[in-house]
């Protein structure tokens, strides 16, 4: 396995945090259900910013994170997320260590 991941850093509109949860779950869960090449995804929030989230997706391979990002439903999902947010910033990982 390559341990391929994706990640995002958002800055959520106050008062806004239940509904991102709510629309970064019900896009993971629609990945989950069209890309078999995700292993895994995760959702963080700050304890001392709850309007800070990151967010973490563990894939088994560059292809399938590709894959993802080419779904015509990708662009979608991602904005309903981004719409409730005052900054959003997304990169590509691999792992480099394990402890």
Sequence with gaps: MEEKFASGHWQVQKGKEEEFIQR???FLKWTRETQSS???ANLIQDEQDPSHFLSFAQ???EGGRVAWRED???GE???ACRALCEDF???D???VVAI
Excluded: A, I
């Design 24 to 26: 970064w779950t019900d």
């Design 38 to 40: 995700l292993v895994g």
């Design 59 to 61: 894939w088994e391979d």
């Design 72 to 74: 015509p439903m990708f």
């Design 77 to 79: 999902k991602l904005s």
């Design 89 to 91: 910033r997304g990169g």
């Design 93 to 95: 990982y691999e792992r």
